[in-house]
């Protein structure tokens, strides 16, 4: 179930969002503390009456987040009150819970708020919890580290009652979206981002469309992409979209890792984990953490993807034959064995594209703004470079190829390539997609070359993490349109 939290000022607009939460969301929490006015009998009355969904009534203490210093007598028969009137659920604090009379039309959810850490034996929490007089038992804790979010789902799993159980913050994102797998019997979501009543709440909205939360169960696989900052990755609206259309029973969610990486993925295989997107600053240092790694991998010193075989995670990389594909896709089967080209960069991506253009039997001329870089590089490949300054009207290359990020947001007005360098005929790539038309690819379309942008290389690899991770066909045109609408590509 997806539970819409109602943080309103008073019990009018209360009630009317609870009918507008209705119409997306199962249940409806109704914060009675977050109210500027407590409500009367009759305020709450009329609340719950014709109510157009279950309600969860929670009135919590000032230590809890609630805005009025009450008694806990005072408070606690205000839920008595709900509970008289046939609530739902009333929510109350453990240490309060004995105090409260039972009715048979309302169930009692015992919660316990952390906002400092997220303990170890979360599973004892849970049980200890199961107080006689609690139907639900709910434990929310603060996230400080991504594992906090495992030590949750562990709780969850042991948990021998009906309960909620969550990480707040943001690295407590995947537990929204996860617990449920791991048996929990709801999850938060605000209806208006800007309203959410925790920090890390995943939008309503987000949570039907992007997450696909409601198809989330015991059996689906996990996904995600690691990186560091991850929270604007537009890869879980890619690849959720991707199994939604294959009927894959998968979700994709952001992993923030900010510290040692191979602890995250050692912790994640007890989920387990099914695969990978592995993204900047971890792209080297998951090498260590994978039972398996593709030859070329070791040669390129990175990794952005992994899959899980039968327990053992196998790592390749997608970012070499994503912009090897678009180029060759440039050259229109024409092929690159032979085929002079310029790559410009020395950094992650141009290594990637540098030992894909060697295996490809390109004749590479590395170029870079620090020549020294260029000249590492080509030793390792074993190829041509020079430095950036050399790049000039001379050159004679079938293939220049961008990997630098000069001309990416926002700095679109810059250009590693002097437009006197690019003739007809001649194809073009450029690994920056953000601006799709860079400043270089659109000196290169008035020069008469064949352009080929980023957002292919960016679509090529997310395709082949799919087709990789379940071994079908991936739904390329959906993918495509899902870049293009997240990146806010007009043509
Ligand atoms: P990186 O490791 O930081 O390397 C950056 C490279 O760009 C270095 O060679 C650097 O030269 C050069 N550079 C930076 N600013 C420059 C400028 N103003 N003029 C000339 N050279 C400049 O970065 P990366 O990870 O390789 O990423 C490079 C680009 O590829 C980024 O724009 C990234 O978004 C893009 N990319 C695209 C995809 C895709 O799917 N399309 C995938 C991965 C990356 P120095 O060595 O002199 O510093």
Redesign the pocket.
């Known amino acids: 179930m997806i539970c819409v939290s109602l943080a309103e000022p008073t019990v009018e607009l209360a009630k009317r969002s609870m009918f507008r939460a209705a119409e997306r969301a199962e249940i409806v929490e109704l914060r009675l503390d977050q109210l500027d006015h407590l409500p009367d009998a009759e305020g709450l009355a009329s609340l719950l009456k014709d109510r157009p969904c279950p309600v969860i009534v929670t009135n919590r203490p000032v230590s809890l987040g609630g805005k009025h210093d009450q008694p806990d007598e005072v408070r606690l028969n205000t839920l008595q009150a709900a509970i008289e009137l046939g609530a739902d659920y009333v929510d109350v604090e453990l240490e309060q819970v004995g105090k409260l009379q039972r009715r048979k039309a309302s169930k009692i959810i015992v919660s316990y708020h952390n906002f400092d850490s997220t303990p170890p034996g979360l599973g004892n929490v849970f049980n200890e919890m199961a107080h006689p007089g609690a139907d639900v038992v709910k434990v929310a804790t603060m996230a400080n580290s991504i594992l906090d979010n495992l030590k949750m789902f562990e709780g969850l799993r042991h948990a021998s009652v009906p309960c909620i159980g969550l990480c707040m913050g943001e690295l407590g994102l995947m537990s929204r979206i996860l617990g449920r797998k791991f048996g929990a019997m709801l999850t938060y979501a605000p209806m208006d981002p800007a309203k959410a009543t925790a920090p890390g709440q995943v939008p309503l909205e987000d949570m039907i469309g992007l997450y696909n939360y409601r198809a989330v169960n015991s059996e689906t696989q996990v996904y995600g992409v690691i990186g560091n900052p991850v929270a604007h990755s537009i890869s879980p609206a890619i690849h959720n979209a991707a199994f939604r259309a294959l009927g894959v029973n998968a979700v994709y969610v952001p992993f923030r890792v900010e510290g040692d990486v191979c602890n995250f993925i050692d912790a994640c295989r007890g989920i387990p984990a099914q695969g990978y997107s592995i993204t ?1 600053p971890h792209k080297q240092a998951a090498m260590t953490a994978l039972d398996e790694i593709e030859p070329i991998c070791r040669k390129i010193g990175a990794v952005n993807t992994a899959v899980n075989r039968n327990g053992r995670l196998v790592g390749s990389n997608s ?1 070499w034959t ?2 090897i594909g678009a180029i060759e896709a440039g050259l229109a089967g024409r092929g690159l064995a032979g085929k002079r080209v310029a790559l ?8 990637a594209i540098a030992f894909g253009l060697k295996a490809k039997g390109a004749v590479t001329c590395i170029y ?3 020549p020294e ?1 260029a000249r590492t590089l080509a030793e390792e490949v074993g190829c041509e470079w020079a430095a ?1 300054d050399a790049l000039g009207p001379d050159l004679a290359a079938a293939v220049l190829a961008n ?6 947001y926002p ?1 679109t007005d ?1 250009t ?1 390539v002097p437009p006197s360098v690019l003739k007809p005929g001649m194809v073009v790539f450029d ?4 601006p799709v038309w860079t400043r270089l690819l659109c000196s290169a379309e008035e020069a008469g070359c064949t352009t080929v942008s ?5 679509i ?2 997310a395709v082949q993490q799919i087709t990789t991770w379940t071994g079908r066909e991936a739904p390329r045109e959906l993918m495509e349109a899902v870049t293009r609408e997240k990146l806010g590509v007009v043509e």
């Open positions: 900047i970012d994503a912009a410009v960069g020395a950094g992650g991506t141009a290594r870079n703004r620090t870089r950036l990997a630098t990020s000069a001309g990416m700095d810059a590693s690994a920056v997609y953000n980023g957002l292919e290389m960016f090529n690899q």
